[in-house]
């Protein structure tokens, strides 16, 4: 949204809603940008959305192959779909533009616009982990998918090892020439690089340094009661480690009874893509580890998890942010983790404990890291958080916050369509 509204252009997104108008401009009053729509039947939505890219696609990314559900009617989908963003775009293109293509439900569309814009620039980010070749080619579309991305001039991922792990998979699954960060394909070039994505953080400082956030952080910590408050921020997915946070809090609390009545979680899960089984499955078990904790150690004034399954405006999450003495994220795969950076930036005197399965624990060495399958190790890290003195949070906490401040999101974004523009030149100097 930032980027589109200072560049201009156009958003061409999925249309889920079949009254609002193909094409519109944004916003209607004083239009920074347009937004295009390709709108998508219920079974498209089903099939290509729910099915190709949030049953087969996120979890092999993610190292989940339990819940991979491989049917070809999702894949017939999603060929079609991404026919029509790339038709879209094709339509809307004029000379020169950049096309930057979003995330693992468009693996196809580069390829699509290619072939109709052999000229275009185009670039594409993977906002998810990029698995093992030995794990991606898994999937029975596996090169197809691949040489769908290879359309692109540019690919972007989050760090250095997803881009060493696309790279693998072209090499060894096409048979492509690999030459350091660029892939031979077709007579073309294709460069592959570590873009890490940040926030915005001038935007997440203000929000955590106003009044009404300030008076709502003290006012959580006032109802909660406890000397220590941890906190958990997530969409309410299988990847993002909930359950197994709960379990190593109940061994924690196990562990340490001296911990009674001192400490309490307060775990947000917001409700993320309902209609699949494996996410209302994640949902039952997350509600029975709470009922179990609550039920086994609550005394008539200590509530040990406070879990809340809804949303939140991103105000009240800052005030979370800001309440906590340990944010305490454990996905057992995440691209990046955003929840991470932006505790870093609201919050003033923390710990921050970090599942090294993520893209953020390589950007963030300061953090304490912890391998979230390791539950009792995890309970003993919880501890070490609670129990870090005050000079160590300030100064990991401080580093934190440098580091965070250069990931940005602005920073991230002029980079991406930096490089693209940059391969734009180089083939223009060649022709
Ligand atoms: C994907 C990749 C990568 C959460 N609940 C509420 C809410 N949120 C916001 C958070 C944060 C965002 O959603 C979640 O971002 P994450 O990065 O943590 O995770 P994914 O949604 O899985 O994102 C991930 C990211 O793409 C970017 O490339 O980092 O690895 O999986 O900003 O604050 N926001 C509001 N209410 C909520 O209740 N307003």
Known sequence: MPVLQQ?????????????LPERQPYPAEDP?????RVPLAQEELDHYYYGMANRVLWPVSHYMMH????????????????????????????????VWVQDYHLMLAPQYIRDEEPDATIGQFWHIPWPAMEVFRILPWSRELLKGML??????????EYVENFLESARVLLGAEVEGNVVHWQGREVRVASHPIGVEVERFETMSAAP???????????????????????????TKGILTRLQAFERFLQDNPEYHGRVALFQIATPSRTEVESYQQIKREVDEAVGRINGAFASDNWVPVHYRYRTYTQRELCAFYRAADVALITPLRDGMNLVTQEFVVANERGV???????????????????????????AEKIKEALEMGVDER??????????????????????????????????????
């Open 32 to 36: 920074d940008f347009f937004v295009r």
């Open 7 to 19: 560049r201009g252009g156009v958003w061409v997104s999925m249309g889920e809603d079949p009254d």
């Open 151 to 160: 359309g692109c001039d540019h690919i972007g991922l989050h760090v250095d």
């Open 67 to 98: 819940n991979i559900e491989l049917d070809p009617v999702y894949m017939e989908d999603y060929r079609d779909v991404n026919r029509r963003f790339a038709e879209a775009v094709v339509d809307e293109y004029q000379d020169d533009d950049l």
């Open 352 to 378: 921050l404990l970090l599942s090294e399965l993520t893209g953020a624990a390589y950007l963030l060495p300061e953090a304490l890291h912890v391998n979230p399958y390791d539950l009792p190790r995890l």
């Open 212 to 238: 009404d956030v300030k008076r709502k952080a003290e006012e959580i910590r006032d109802d909660i009661g406890t000397e220590s408050l941890i906190v958990g921020i997530d969409r309410l997915d299988y």
């Open 394 to 431: 300030r100064e990991r906490l401080d580093r934190l916050k440098e580091r965070v401040k250069k990931l940005d999101v602005h920073v991230w974004a002029e980079g991406f369509l930096k490089a693209m523009m940059a391969t734009r030149e180089t083939a223009q100097a060649r022709a």
